[in-house]
């Protein structure tokens, strides 16, 4: 089992709708948790952080993190054709220091 | 931006040969990171440097090698290239080593391999 898992996708949403992006994680451990986007041919960008269990919102943005079920999403509220792109989930476990663990990513396309 | 840059931005290399990938951190960050992302693949951790030594690595073969200057700023190395070599390779800069520090990546550096 991978340590961080997302479904690749293509995830696909008309514009204005909601999207939603899922990650799982292997370890009970962990301590922090990354959005980042990634546009093709471009690094990745962090767009949201989360460290306790709830949600916290940015914006259109809101990350959901639970720790029982090991379990952190993104949603992405008003999708924009802009936000077409790869979101990466990251999670930094216990005494890692600065590695941080990639799911592979999921691709959202949002159709005009 | 976020203040870490990375050259070049792209490379191409044959089989065998060595590579020196290099990164400025922002300024006052006094650890960095780098990591490999293929394509389609989310990033890999390769290693991290904290105060001009190494902090931890992940699993890369010693082929691959860095250093940090007292300037913070980095190099990545890699010995005697791989066609599977061929990668994103993104550089990290951070002001603290604890864990719930965010990292914000560079531009990076493309490497093909041929």
């Known amino acids: 089992q991978k340590e961080v898992e997302q479904n690749s996708g293509p995830l696909s949403v008309p514009e204005g709708a909601i999207a939603s992006l899922n990650c799982t994680y292997s370890?009970?451990?962990?301590?922090?948790f990354f959005w980042y986007r990634q546009y093709s041919g471009k690094s990745p960008e962090l767009i949201m952080f989360?460290?306790?269990?709830g949600d916290k919102e940015d914006g259109r943005f809101t990350a959901q993190l639970n720790k029982a079920s090991q379990y952190v999403s993104l949603l992405i509220r008003d999708s924009q054709p802009s936000d077409s792109a790869t979101y990466l989930c990251?999670?930094?476990?216990?005494?890692?220091?600065?590695?941080?663990?990639f799911g592979q990513g999921t691709e959202l396309s949002v159709k005009p | 931006e976020t203040g870490v840059t990375q050259s070049p931005t792209h490379l191409i290399k044959t089989r065998g040969q060595q590579v020196t990938l290099r990164c400025s951190s922002q300024?006052?960050?006094?650890?960095v990171s780098w990591y490999q992302q293929a394509l389609g693949q989310g990033p890999q951790f390769i290693f991290q440097?904290?105060?001009?030594?190494?902090?931890g690595r992940g699993n890369f073969p010693p082929r691959f090698s860095g250093l940090q200057f007292p300037n913070y700023s980095s190099e990545l190395n890699v010995n005697a290239l791989e066609l599977d070599d061929s990668a994103l390779y993104l550089c990290?800069?951070?002001?603290?080593?604890?864990?719930?520090?965010?990292?914000?990546f560079g531009s990076g550096t493309q490497l093909s391999v041929l």
């Open positions: 990290a800069s951070s002001l603290y080593r604890n864990d719930n520090e965010k990292l914000f």
């Open positions: 370890d009970r451990g962990s301590q922090s």
């Open positions: 989360i460290y306790s269990n």
């Open positions: 990251a999670v930094r476990f216990y005494n890692q220091g600065g590695k941080l663990i």
């Open positions: 300024s006052g960050h006094n650890t």
């Open positions: 440097y904290y105060r001009e030594e190494e902090n």
